[in-house]
């Protein structure tokens, strides 16, 4: 027993190893990235479920780390947050969403909203105001066309500054969301005092809608609020037919998810809006 829990331990520390020095890697290859033209966006498209159309997209970061894997966000988010590196790759992020959604009216596609992630970091480390901005007058992209989503940890910290950032936001005409609605503490005070637009509900809660009772209800729940409150509501990982139709039963606003679509690079949204006729 001693020497199955010695070799146990040996395992546990190469593994660790072996991720940190990953992790160290990529910290590295994370501060070239910008400069080396690294980063992509993939879009995935929202549909507004009593029409069947598309009316937005989100623009999702992929790292092409050194021409070799495409790195998810959620393994360098966390690094590029504590570095503080979110802020340049954030601007980076919003120059390049609202300039795509300009070519795609260009090509004669429908006028898009642009959903853009925003970290908690850009609040606090950078000018987003200034970044947004720039990003609208850079692209000539109406701001109505932007959209900005928030996390609630974000809205719960609720600091003058952060209070003071959103309202300019909003009086710039840019659109505000709360992502993974439902998963922070929700203390639904914070969204009168934000004066958002729209709640995104959180893919635990919409998973299992068809089969649990309970998730329904909670979706149901989160819609019928919403609506009172005037907010539009999209359902978020939408991945069967049967979520759709409880979705349409429950009057969500809008879907996205694998069920319509994958993200993918702009050129090829382009393709599948005009080849699905959405
Ligand atoms: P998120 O904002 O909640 O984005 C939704 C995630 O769910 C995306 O993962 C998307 O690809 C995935 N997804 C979409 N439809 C489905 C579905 O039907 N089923 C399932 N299981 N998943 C689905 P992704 O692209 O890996 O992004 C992960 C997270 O990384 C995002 O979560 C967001 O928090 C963050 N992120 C992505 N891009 C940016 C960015 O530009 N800036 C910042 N700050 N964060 C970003
Ligand atoms: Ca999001
Ligand atoms: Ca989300
Ligand atoms: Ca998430």
């Given at each position: 027993a001693k020497r199955a829990?010695?070799?146990?331990?040996?395992?546990y520390t190469e593994q660790m190893n072996a991720n940190a020095v990953e992790q160290l890697q990529l910290r590295t290859a994370l501060h070239s990235a910008l400069e080396n033209d690294e980063f992509l966006l993939h879009y995935q498209p929202q549909i507004n479920l009593a029409s069947g159309h598309v009316v937005g997209v989100e623009a999702l970061l992929r790292w092409h780390w050194d021409k070799r894997e495409l790195v998810p966000p959620d393994r360098f988010i966390p690094a590029a947050e504590e570095s503080g590196l979110i802020v340049p790759i954030g601007d980076w992020v919003l120059?390049?969403?609202?300039?795509?959604?300009?070519?795609?009216?260009?090509?004669?596609?429908?006028e898009l909203t642009i959903a853009v992630n925003l970290s908690a970091v850009q609040f606090r480390r950078g000018d987003l105001e200034r970044s947004v901005v720039r990003a609208l007058s850079l692209s000539g992209l109406d701001p109505a066309r932007l959209e900005l989503e928030l996390t609630e940890s974000l809205l719960l910290v609720d600091t003058e500054s952060v209070i003071e950032t959103l309202r300019r936001l909003k009086s710039l005409g840019v659109r505000l969301s709360i992502d993974d609605f439902g998963t922070g503490y929700s203390s639904l005070a914070y969204l009168k005092r934000f004066a958002v637009d729209k709640l995104k509900i959180d893919q635990s809660f919409v998973r299992d809608i068809a089969t649990d009772p309970d998730d329904a209800a909670i979706v149901r729940a989160i819609v019928?609020?919403?609506?009172?409150?005037?907010?539009?509501?999209?359902?978020?990982?939408?991945?069967?037919?049967?979520i759709d139709r409880f979705l349409h039963i429950f009057n969500c606003d809008e879907a996205q998810g694998y069920h319509y679509a994958r993200p993918m690079p702009?050129?090829?949204?382009?393709?599948?809006?005009?080849?699905?006729?959405r």
């Open positions: 829990g010695r070799n146990t331990w040996r395992f120059r390049e969403a609202c300039m795509q959604a300009v070519r795609w009216t260009r090509q004669g596609l429908p019928s609020m919403a609506h009172t409150l005037k907010l539009q509501v999209i359902a978020e990982g939408v991945e069967s037919e049967d702009g050129d090829a949204l382009a393709e599948w809006l005009v080849a699905s006729g």
